[in-house]
């Protein structure tokens, strides 16, 4: 087991030593990572980050096959409505997967079992075991988005987070239906000298943002943002020419020519 002390508040220390004495007393072998990162802007953004990178590092070094973590429904409702406020796609609201991979690391499995437990539940397995929680306070601080909604759905009594977590399951599979269909339709994409050509026909938006984003990808271009994609999509559907993350698309003909966008001419002053 590995602990992750971000070194963002004094306590930290002491609850990342408690669990350490826990795993001692029960025979589990624990590791403490300090980071030590500074308070700031987009703290959370960047304590996430370095925590991934941290135990990726830490995978490797002890050789271990798979990261799980404790993330639990509530975690998985909130990440919902969150993406929900932010216009998110199919992708996004089917939220954390059960099985996916470490950030940056695709070589390690990322585990999440707890997934359809209530944080209430897991509080009272743990005091059940004579084990007193440790509090975050950033838990609760209202300047940072999660802690918003978790303070606004605690509001909502008649808010079924079970109910929402089962539908982010449904929407995952919907996601890999998509992907599906996308890699069929990605097989119709053909080679010709420098370009890849592709006749989209009557393929529906969601479909067709898929196949042009593995057409960006096999161009060895990172996967854009799914607003970047739809925008793309969209004016080469209207018959133009557009280009996104380097990569040229020629939607005037029936067949949308994919190519390498040329370097702008920059002549030399004078």
């Given at each position: 087991?590995?602990?992750?002390?971000?070194?963002?508040?004094?306590?930290?220390?002491?609850?990342?030593?408690?669990?350490?004495?826990?795993?001692?007393?029960?025979?589990?072998?624990?590791?403490?990572?300090?980071?030590?990162?500074?308070?700031?802007?987009?703290?959370?953004?960047?304590?996430?980050?370095?925590?991934?990178?941290?135990?990726?590092?830490?995978?490797?070094?002890?050789?271990?096959?798979?990261?799980?973590?404790?993330?639990?429904?509530?975690?998985?409702?909130?990440t919902l409505l969150m993406r929900l406020m932010r216009g998110a796609g199919v992708r996004g609201l089917a939220s954390m997967r059960p099985v996916s991979t470490v950030p940056n690391?695709?070589?390690?499995?990322?585990?999440?079992?707890?997934?359809?437990?209530?944080?209430?539940?897991?509080?009272?397995?743990?005091?059940?075991?004579?084990?007193?929680?440790?509090?975050?306070?950033?838990?609760?601080?209202?300047?940072?988005?999660?802690?918003?909604?978790?303070?606004?759905?605690?509001?909502?009594?008649?808010?079924?987070?079970?109910?929402?977590?089962?539908?982010?399951?449904?929407?995952?599979?919907?996601?890999?239906?998509?992907?599906?269909?996308?890699?069929?339709?990605?097989?119709?994409?053909?080679?010709?000298?420098?370009?890849?050509?592709?006749?989209?026909?009557?393929?529906?938006?969601?479909?067709?943002?898929?196949?042009?984003?593995?057409?960006?990808?096999?161009?060895?271009?990172?996967?854009?943002?799914?607003?970047?994609?739809?925008?793309?999509?969209?004016?080469?559907?209207?018959?133009?020419?557009?280009?996104?993350?380097?990569?040229?698309?020629?939607?005037?003909?029936?067949?949308?020519?994919?190519?390498?966008?040329?370097?702008?001419?920059?002549?030399?002053?004078?």
């Open positions: 087991m590995a602990t992750v002390d971000h070194g963002l508040r004094a306590q930290s220390a002491i609850d990342a030593a408690i669990v350490g004495t826990i795993c001692s007393r029960i025979g589990i072998p624990h590791s403490l990572i300090e980071l030590g990162l500074s308070a700031g802007s987009a703290v959370q953004e960047r304590a996430r980050d370095a925590r991934y990178a941290a135990l990726g590092d830490w995978l490797s070094a002890k050789r271990l096959g798979a990261l799980v973590t404790a993330h639990h429904a509530d975690d998985q409702a909130e690391r695709p070589d390690f499995p990322l585990l999440r079992p707890l997934l359809k437990w209530r944080r209430f539940e897991l509080g009272e397995i743990v005091t059940a075991a004579g084990i007193a929680p440790a509090l975050d306070p950033s838990n609760g601080d209202p300047r940072f988005e999660r802690a918003r909604m978790r303070a606004a759905m605690a509001e909502l009594d008649w808010l079924d987070v079970s109910a929402i977590v089962r539908s982010t399951s449904h929407l995952a599979d919907a996601d890999v239906a998509l992907d599906w269909a996308a890699n069929r339709a990605f097989a119709e994409v053909f080679s010709d000298r420098d370009a890849l050509l592709w006749e989209p026909g009557t393929i529906p938006r969601a479909l067709g943002m898929r196949v042009m984003q593995r057409i960006l990808v096999s161009y060895g271009q990172a996967e854009p943002r799914g607003a970047d994609l739809a925008r793309w999509f969209d004016v080469l559907s209207l018959g133009k020419i557009a280009t996104l993350a380097g990569v040229r698309g020629d939607g005037t003909d029936r067949v949308w020519i994919f190519s390498k966008a040329r370097p702008p001419n920059l002549r030399p002053r004078r």
